[in-house]
């Protein structure tokens, strides 16, 4: 599977932004889909994650600081990932990138299963 990214700029605090990540090539055996972020000096961490097949289809998983702010979402038709970010605040900034996992949800989110990078966009949050 390859993934693109788009959707990424400049925003004032308090703003929001939509990332999407389109998909072509093999989608088979993909369970689940996430979004991914780094900032400068940090580690790459799982932002928001969603079960794309399997038992645990429709799942989703946030980190705790995205919670009520983010909503990852998929248009299977269109074979596209989604992240709605509302109130970003400075500590959102970084590269966010997608990714897609082929293994059982509970790894892909808890033992971070997660591969096949995009390139990235940037998010880029300050007054």
């Known amino acids: 599977v390859q993934l693109v990214e788009s959707g990424g700029g400049l925003v004032q605090p308090g703003e929001s932004l939509r990332l999407s990540c389109a998909a072509s090539?093999?989608?088979?055996?993909?369970?689940?889909m996430a979004w991914y972020r780094q900032a400068p000096g940090k580690e790459r961490e799982l932002v928001a994650a969603?079960?794309?097949?399997?038992?645990?289809?429709?799942?989703?998983y946030y980190i705790d600081s995205v919670k009520g702010r983010f909503a990852i979402s998929r248009d299977n038709v269109k074979n596209l990932l989604y992240l709605q970010m509302n109130t970003l605040k400075p500590e959102d900034m970084a590269m966010y990138y997608c990714?897609?996992?082929?293994?059982?949800?509970?790894?892909?989110?808890?033992?971070?299963?997660?591969?096949?990078w995009g390139q990235g966009t940037q998010v880029t949050v300050s007054s």
């Open positions: 969603i079960a794309t097949g399997g038992v645990a289809k429709g799942t989703v």
């Open positions: 090539g093999s989608a088979s055996g993909v369970n689940a």
């Open positions: 990714a897609t996992c082929r293994l059982m949800w509970s790894v892909c989110v808890l033992k971070n299963g997660f591969g096949s």
